[in-house]
């Protein structure tokens, strides 16, 4: 075979293979376009087709009125997919997030960080991303209606940036009130959150929600959230919103009514407030200087049910700060010291020394285990124990008195030696921590060192400072403190050395002197405002200690009541009836002759009834904290103030005020159309509904 035929013959062989190449080709062109065309063109369309999630709005939270205390509003918010993002080249990814600064009015810088997860390494806490990483990241609130128009309008110089309105929290404060330690806030959720509910199957939450952290925003979260909704939309390669599809509006949350009562916890707050204020202006007779008053608290509770008609603590905070994302400048103002620890609520995790108003528990405590109406003891000016002589307060004396006169004038040592007694007949043994104490055990049953069960998150259960306590903290602390007293640090002060010495030779015996601390509330034992509140409506209900409860019902969206919240006893203090009613009639006389009479005069005692207990506990290096906890057939008030002075003379005026309101006392007269509450005392019924499921106003509004 020749050369041209070799040739000739390759050719051939190659438009064969060319031919047989485009045949195969071709007849696959067939196949995708004809035969499986729609199979394609499916699975085409539902990679280009996403779910948006819509956030639903979330449930109101309202007063016993009806009044709103947390409503919605719409806000337009600017968020950016990364996933979107993550496709376009590095130059034109700083381009768009330029762009995108620019016209929401804020730094490329802080866009950036918030694109972060929160667990990346150059990620600030408070800015960053802490939801789900494949959700679009809001990085603009609150965007001018123009602004968000301009970005869906011109979609193709935004890819992957989302412009849409949003339901976020609002705070109307009717009667211009707080209540942040009692409504909460919310935050986003975090992954690990968002993992959770996934693997419980909860579909209420998404990369995007916000849920209640404080509060009845977290109590009852479940029930605020609502069903998220979802829309279906076909976008391009570049993220962009071509068509819209299918769309399930979701569900919104229910409606959380209240016990709260806004006019209450207006003058609540507003008594507060002004009492701080007068006690930092006032000059602390001891020490020359004036009050700090770094902090109080007030409490109003329904005495024959347990519900918080009104709370306050100061510091406070605006819950408002979180709605469009909190900074960690804020957050660690929150947080600081030096600003008071805003976020703890002193009402329910504040826990103080409760000082003289300890005494009618203890008061019981002696008249159930030996002592009798009848008894008579020296209220001297002072009481010896061991080298110590523990004063009276102004070291003031009334000589020989029964329980009602000492609960009138307040005689620490009347009780001191109730104190030693016990503690000379059952404790001498300073290392037994099983040691019978029937002053312990009184309080114990008037529920002091356990929480109340509020519903309300992070309450705290206070202290019962004995034996066992005193024996637990020593083993704690005894490496410590042994430490120090074997090898002293060159800058231990004579004071520390000497008390290391004592606290690692005997830091667990339970002295006498422990034993008289404890009689009037001083020492080691913390209480609670809510725990010292929840003990005094027991004597004005005949005994029970109810869980107190901010909850009355929850509403759905369409008006229906989900679930009302009935008063839960949680115990029974178990005292005879005559004990109660004989320290009832004695803390009617703090009202009418002892203590807290000078505060109350002109109030009209013959109408309401006011049984009063004023105290003043002092705290080691720091100013006395000032105490008055009082109680009528229908109400418990009790307020606090941390550094604030005398019980009568820092919060008496406050008290009254409140009885005022809740009474409608005008210049002496009672007038329950003035009251704060309709009816004076709290209905049953829960506030009007219209048939699209928004709330009437109250009758005496409207």
Known sequence: MDTRTRSRLRLLVVQALVISLFATLFARLWYVQVAGGEVYQARAASQSVREIVLQPDRGLIVDAQGRPLVTNRSSWVVAIDRTTLGKLPVEERALLVERVATVVGIEPEAIQ??????????????????????????????????????????????????????SVRAYPQPYGINAAHLLGYLSPITSGELDEA?????????????????????????????????????????????????????????????????????????QLAETITTARATHDPVSGKKYVADSGAVVVLEAQTGRVVAMASQPTYDPGVWVNGISQAELDRLYSEEAGTPLLSRATQGQFAPG????????????TNGYGMDTRLNCSSSFQVGNRAFKNYESGAYGSIGFDRALEVSCNTFFYRIGYDYWNRFGRDVSDVNAKDPLVEEAKEFGFGATTGIDVPGEAPGRIADRKWKRQYFESQKDYYC??????????????????????????AYRAGDAVNFSIGQGDTIVTPLQLARAYAAFANGGTLYEPRVAKAIVDPDGAVVKEFEPTVQATVDVPPEVLGYVDDALKGVTRRGTMAWRMNGFPLDEVEIRSKTGSAEVHGKQSTSWVASYSDDYVVVMMVSQGGTGSGTSGPAIRQIWEALYGVDEGDVDPARAAVPGVVQSDELPVFAEDGSILPPARER
């Open 113 to 166: 960080a918030r694109l972060l997860n929160c667990g990346d390494a150059d990620a600030v806490r408070g800015t960053c991303w802490n939801g789900s990483p494949y959700q679009p990241v809001p990085v603009a609130n609150d965007v001018d209606p123009d602004v968000a128009l301009k970005i869906k309008e011109q979609a193709e110089d935004y890819p992957g940036v989302i412009a849409q309105r949003e």
């Open 198 to 270: 996934e693997e419980a199957g909860d579909t209420s939450v998404n990369g995007a929600s916000r849920v209640g952290r404080a509060g009845v925003e977290k109590q009852y979260d479940a029930y605020l959230r609502g069903m998220p909704g979802y829309q279906r939309v076909e976008v391009n390669s570049m993220g962009m919103v071509m068509n819209e599809h299918s769309l399930d509006a979701g569900t919104p949350g229910s409606t959380l009514v209240t016990t709260l009562d806004a006019k209450v916890q207006s003058v609540v707050e507003q």
């Open 356 to 367: 003289s108003t300890w005494k009618p528990m203890m008061t019981v405590g002696a008249l």
């Open 483 to 508: 430490g120090i007293d074997q090898d002293p640090p060159a800058d231990a002060s004579a004071f520390l050395k000497k008390f290391a010495h004592e606290f690692c030779l005997e830091g667990y």
